[in-house]
């Protein structure tokens, strides 16, 4: 009759403590006898596989610590996509990567704030028709002409880090490509298909959330007529299209990634919380729904607008006698409902 394990005694460590539970409760539940388990840690390369095992979950549980706390459900890591599915398997390499490009603080602060979610890349570079092979029913089933189109091999999402945005820009629907474009902010990209497509489906998996619901979002991948791909999330399943019209009555958005190797050419300031999207800046006070008496004060300091109010900033509302703090607090509420911060 074998015996159970127990070694935790052995280290100090709290994250490697953790570590020897997980692994005495496996060992523990494989059955082995003490005579088999003997064998295995008088091998040298199990003894090898054993620390580096332990090396690494220490590492990846100090690394992802920050992120959880500041981006909670929104973030999913490659071990998480490594368990909900079987055909996701990241090298050691590809793990100690991830944790070594973890976007900073402050990137994550910003996400955070704009409705993005960070999320693993593949093991491997894929293609949208690859996507499709590993998730075949989260698609409709007529898209198969659209999987071997030359758009759905030629676009990727590479094994990175990548910032997706979870819902179309606001305002942007049923605007052409260059009016959209000028609604992004100078850290932000219109994804690939591919990018876009894992973003919806791995959120999916791994919180059970629809995202892009009833809706379709124009990417930068774009057919040998040079019209953009859209891509939407209907009950039934992701569906694409390339000439948008009678699917649905909704018009596309924009969906929008920002990836770890351009925000790496960027500095730190480009996410700072003054950097604020330009349609946000047009939107007017009266959309606020701000009370009678910030009102008034605002139409008296000739503030028409967002960016109005964030150019005459929160030291010179101070100024005004009837600002009082509960009025800075509403002001300040109702501008980071929208996503804007008032300094």
Known sequence: MKNSLNVCNCVTS???????????TQYNNAGLTEEGAQILCENPNFSNYLLEGFRRFSIMELGYELVCTILGNDFISPEEIMKHQKGIIYTDKQLVNFKETIPSQEILEWCRRNNYMLVAGPNRSMSLSEIRNLYNDYFLIEEASHITRKFSSRDTINPEWIMLRKEPIPGSTSKNWDTQQGMLSKVEVTPNIAEVAWGIITYKVIRNVDLFLSTYVRTSSFDSDRMN?????????????DRYGGRSSFGPGLALSAKLKNLSELSILDFSDSIVPSHLLEVKIEELKLSKRIMTVLENSEC???????????????????????????LKDSLCSIGVILK
Not at 16 to 23: D, N, Q, W
Not at 229 to 241: C, E, M, Q, R, T
Request: include cysteine; hydrophobic fraction near 40%; charge should be negative.
């Open 14 to 24: 709290d994250s490697l403590t953790k570590a020897i539970e997980i692994f005495c």
């Open 229 to 241: 791909i859209y891509i939407g999330n209907l009950d039934a399943g992701l569906s694409l299209y």
């Open 304 to 330: 028409k607008n967002v960016g109005d109010i964030l150019n005459l900033g929160l030291a010179e509302l101070r100024r005004y006698r009837n600002f009082a703090e509960h009025s800075i607090t509403e």
